[in-house]
């Protein structure tokens, strides 16, 4: 299920300092389990970059939900985003509303408008529905970040990959290693 690109779930993936590549890296999540009190994961990782396993505790923040004007060829719906507080969110940071794919346009904070703001100090979001071209950038995008949740909503143009007999069992796991049949050679 697509529930936005923050979840209290645990995660397929994190950013995180690599202790080998000393930078923030992706990490798969081998294993992880969230914490007695809620707002921690305790998880087993796997640097993408430079394969170095170990364990973490990451400290998920506590989240809220954010009031979201969703824009769409001249009408709008109002929906509600479950967002951690502690996160910042930025003009043509791109989300998604219920099941829709949506790009910030403006954001609210008390009656003033800026360009990026910590979710907890925003009073509504307005965004803008994607198209397809920019939903296709996204996608692109979001292969080096945080946000492999979102590769499921590419599901129709990554078919082709799931056929693979070898595919990976979890969708989200590690998409930039997912495998890529060679082109057919005539
Ligand atoms: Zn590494």
Known sequence: MIE???????????????????????HEVLRGRIGKDQDV??????????????TT???EAKSMKVP???????????????????????????????????????????????RRAMVRDISTIWAKRFDKVRVRVAINKLHKTISVDL??????????????PDLPPRSGAS????PRRPPALA
């Open 68 to 114: 979201i004007i969703v824009s769409e060829m001249g009408s709008s719906q109002r929906l509600e985003l479950e967002l951690g507080e502690d996160e910042i969110l930025a003009v043509d940071d791109e989300l998604v509303a219920g099941d829709i794919p949506v790009i910030v346009s403006a954001i609210e904070v008390g009656e003033r408008r800026v």
């Open 4 to 26: 936005g690109v923050i979840t209290m779930n645990v995660p397929n993936a994190l950013q995180l300092t690599c202790d080998e590549c000393q930078e923030v890296t992706m």
């Open 175 to 178: 998409p930039r290693h997912a």
């Open 57 to 59: 505790v990451v400290r």
């Open 151 to 164: 590769e499921a909503y590419s599901g129709a143009s990554l078919r082709r990959d799931a056929e693979a």
């Open 41 to 54: 994961i305790e998880a087993t990782v796997k640097c993408l970059e430079c394969g170095k396993v170990c």
